[in-house]
T-cell receptor, first 116, second 113 residues
């Protein structure tokens, strides 16, 4: 199956700093990438949908100025958590697809963010 | 309200025994239905999906799921579990308009030798 990588796998930062997470589709060109957040022992929550070359679409309740998404190419999307606070600590997961939510998504292994 | 429910947080089965993981949904119309598996350190992997047609869906790794409209359920089954099946399993739905994806809370499967 297709491979999606995320970098870094784990990051610890101080409160007030910004953190960038990269999501790459390694062996295919993804028209759409999705960003999820997973709280401990809870489900995944879709944060935003990102299409190459256009602005991301954010789910209700997700602050677009807090979670900046850039989809620079068909193989790379980045999520920047700006001015991070402890409540932003979470597991962030990306997925890549050729199409929409209902098409097969290939998930990255996730990034554990801890904000001190 | 639209929702996905996995009633069992944690299930333990013996190796070789059969498995059924439950999933119920509440949506205005029949959504697209998925089962994913998440192993530690790895990304979610699609096991199977249902869009329409035959209500019994075959997936990878010997899994199958049955869509029952009358019960709003999409339960995952496997006739004989292996130790390598120990993981977290998520049921997910996508709205008929191809938006609004929701995941269940997950069921953690432990396999006893």
């Amino acid at each position: 199956g297709a491979v999606v990588s995320q970098h870094p796998s784990r990051v610890i930062c101080k409160s007030g700093t910004s953190v960038k997470i990269e999501c790459r589709s390694l062996d295919f060109q993804a028209t759409t990438m999705f960003w999820y957040r997973q709280f401990p022992k809870q489900s995944l929550m879709l944060m935003a949908t990102s299409n190459e070359g256009s602005k991301a679409t954010y789910e209700q309740g997700v602050e677009k100025d807090k979670f900046l998404i850039n989809h620079a190419s068909l193989t790379l999307s980045t999520l920047t958590v700006t001015s991070a606070h402890p409540e932003d600590s979470s597991f962030y997961i990306c997925s890549a697809a050729i199409g929409s939510l209902a098409d097969t998504q290939y998930f990255g292994p996730g990034t554990r963010l801890t904000v001190l | 309200a639209q929702s996905v429910t996995q009633p069992d947080i944690h299930i333990t089965v013996s190796e070789g025994a059969s498995l059924e993981l439950r999933c119920n949904y509440s949506y205005g119309a029949t959504p697209y239905l998925f089962w994913y598996v998440q192993s530690p350190g790895q990304g979610l992997q699609l096991l199977l999906k249902y869009f329409s047609g035959d209500t019994l869906v075959q997936g990878i790794k010997g899994f199958e799921a049955e869509f029952k409209r009358s019960q709003s359920s999409f339960n995952l089954r496997k006739p004989s579990v292996h130790g390598s099946d120990a993981a977290e399993y998520f049921c997910a739905v996508v709205g008929y308009n191809n938006n609004d994806m929701r995941f269940g809370a997950g069921t953690r499967l432990t396999v006893k030798p």
